[in-house]
């Protein structure tokens, strides 16, 4: 354990030395030259020596003074470069942690866009489903997935989860028509137990129907959509983050029911980072693209859950 006096007094001590005079000590550190004197007693007192002596009507540093000065000086230097390192590149890189789905198909190919408008910012994107500690600082942005907003956050909400069962054309054409929400009952459905599949059956029917069925099983919606895209099955997906996929005609929607999952994406930051210039600017950028990839909105995903409590 290092026997350090107080901070506060070789402080004091290292600006006195600086300035040889206690009077400019004290007006750069914002303190009465009597608290100056304070300090340097206390000081004094922990080293056992005197460390500065009067000459004239001003102050010179003794042999002690001398001796340790430099290294007190270098010492702080140091600190000050330490931390000028960490905010240069807290200013220059900004961290984001996203799920799987939403970096994979939603984020990912927008970063680029970002990255034009703000050339001066790198981006570090953290893909996992796993909750992190953004109070701790562990990323400087999150975009999560929760039922509203987050205690001790700043959350903005980005849009919700509409699901519904999606197939590739390839598929629809090799089996009979799907005309009604019973007629998926019959026909192979990707990661049946998943509970978006029971949210849909009971949005659309009134109730999940009780079906056993042997199929193929994932544990992620990007395999189940890739599943559907080659044919293997529907896929309960949410459209918006396979609209490139709908639009190039790689995936169908059948039917017009829709469910909204109870979870939505939203934007969060820890609170002491609102004001920082890369927050802002990143915010501004992705609600932005929210806006206009939801364009007309047919699945209701813009449509802020009742709960909705973000700035």
């Given amino acids: 354990m290092r026997r350090l006096p107080p901070l ?53 540093l003794t042999d002690t003074g001398r001796r340790i000065a430099p290294q007190i000086t270098g010492a702080f230097d140091a600190m000050g470069e ?31 866009s970002f990255q034009l408008a703000r ?37 903005h909400f980005l849009m919700r989860m509409p699901v519904t069962p999606l197939a590739s054309p390839a598929f629809l054409a090799k089996h009979p028509p799907v005309r009604t929400p019973a007629d998926l009952l019959d026909l192979p459905r990707l990661t049946y137990r998943d509970d978006w599949w029971d949210l849909w059956f009971a949005a659309a029917m009134g109730e999940a129907p009780d079906t056993s069925q042997v199929g193929i099983r994932f544990d992620s919606q990007i395999l189940d959509g890739n599943a559907a895209i080659a044919g293997h099955g529907f896929a309960i997906l949410s459209p918006p983050m396979w609209q490139p996929a709908i639009d190039a005609g790689q995936l169908v929607q059948p039917l017009p029911q829709v469910a909204q999952y109870r979870n939505s994406f939203w934007l969060m930051y820890a609170e002491g980072k609102r004001n920082q210039p890369k927050i802002r600017a990143f915010r501004d950028w992705v609600l932005e693209e929210v806006r206009v990839a939801l364009r007309d909105d047919p699945w209701g995903a813009g449509m802020p859950p009742r709960e909705c409590g973000g700035e």
């Fill in 8 to 60: 506060a007094a070789v402080r004091v001590f290292e600006a006195a030395a600086r300035h040889g005079n206690f009077t400019r000590a004290a007006e750069e550190l914002g303190m009465t030259q009597a608290a100056v004197s304070y300090q340097m007693k206390l000081l004094e007192e922990r080293v056992g020596a005197p460390l500065f002596a009067r000459s004239g009507r001003g102050i010179m």
């Fill in 119 to 155: 050339p001066d910012l790198a981006v570090r994107l953290h893909v996992g489903d796993e909750m992190v500690d953004l109070a701790a600082g562990e990323a400087d942005i999150g975009l999560r997935g929760a039922s509203g907003p987050m205690p001790g956050l700043c959350c």
């Fill in 82 to 112: 330490a931390f000028a390192a960490v905010h240069a590149e807290s200013e220059s890189v900004i961290s984001i942690t996203a799920p799987r789905t939403l970096a994979t198909n939603w984020l990912a190919s927008r970063l680029g």
